[in-house]
C-alpha cells in the first residue's frame, strides 16, 4: 500500500469520527430537555489553531448545560453548575487507550457575573481545568474524579471556578441504545456530588 492510499484513508477515517461526533453532539443537544437540562450554549466548543499544528485537527468538543431547575439569571446562565461533556479524540494520559468521553460538573463562585453567551475560544475555561493538574488538584482516577481549584489566581482566570466533579468513559462505550443514560443519567448522578 503506498503513502499516498494511508494518508487518503486515515482520513476518510478521520471524517466518519467527526460525523459520528456531530450525531452525538446533535442528539446531546435534542435530548438535553428530556433529561432535566437545558443547552447553554448552542455551539459545540472546539480548539484550533492556525500556527500550532497540534490545532489543525480538532480533537475536542465540548458541549455545556446546566440543570433545568435552576433559576435563570439576567445574562441567560442559570444559578447552578455547569454541566460538561468533553469528547477527547486523543487524550494525553496514559490511562487512556482510545477516545473518551468526561462529563464533569463545574462548579463557581458566581455565575451571575458572567456574559451572556460564550465563544468557540471559551472552550480552554473548560479543557484545561480538566487536563492540568496544576490548575485543579484531582483525587480519584480518570473514571470517577473530584478536584478543587489550586488556588485564587487560577479561579479568577477560569471565570471563578472552585470545583469540579466527573466521570471518564471510552467514547466507544456510548451507543445509540444507551446514550441517553450514559450522558443525561451520569449527569444526574452528579447534582449531588
Known amino acids: 500500500m503506498s ?74 446562565w442559570r444559578k447552578g453548575p455547569i454541566f460538561v461533556i ?28 458572567w456574559n451572556e453567551g460564550i465563544s468557540l475560544t471559551g472552550h480552554k475555561f473548560f479543557y484545561e481545568p480538566l487536563y492540568n493538574n496544576d490548575i485543579v488538584k484531582f483525587e480519584g482516577d480518570v473514571f470517577s474524579y473530584c478536584g478543587s481549584i489550586v488556588n485564587e489566581e487560577y479561579s479568577n482566570r477560569y471565570w471563578g471556578l472552585r470545583r469540579i466533579v466527573g466521570i471518564g468513559m471510552p467514547l466507544t462505550d456510548i451507543t445509540r441504545e444507551n446514550a441517553f443514560e450514559k450522558i443525561f443519567g451520569e449527569f444526574q448522578s452528579l447534582i449531588d456530588k
Open 3 to 76: 503513502l499516498g492510499k494511508n494518508i487518503h484513508d486515515a482520513f476518510e477515517i478521520v471524517e466518519e469520527t467527526y460525523e459520528n461526533v456531530y450525531k452525538l453532539m446533535n442528539y446531546c443537544q435534542e435530548a438535553s430537555e428530556e433529561g432535566g437540562f437545558v443547552l447553554s450554549s448552542p455551539k459545540i466548543l472546539r480548539w484550533k489553531s492556525d500556527v500550532e499544528i497540534d490545532g489543525w485537527l480538532m480533537k475536542s468538543f465540548i458541549l455545556l448545560f446546566q440543570h433545568s431547575k435552576d433559576r435563570r439569571l439576567k445574562n441567560k
Open 86 to 113: 468533553q469528547i477527547d479524540l486523543n487524550p494525553y494520559r496514559e490511562e487512556h487507550d482510545g477516545p473518551m468521553v468526561n462529563l464533569a460538573k463545574f462548579e463557581y463562585n458566581d455565575i451571575s457575573t
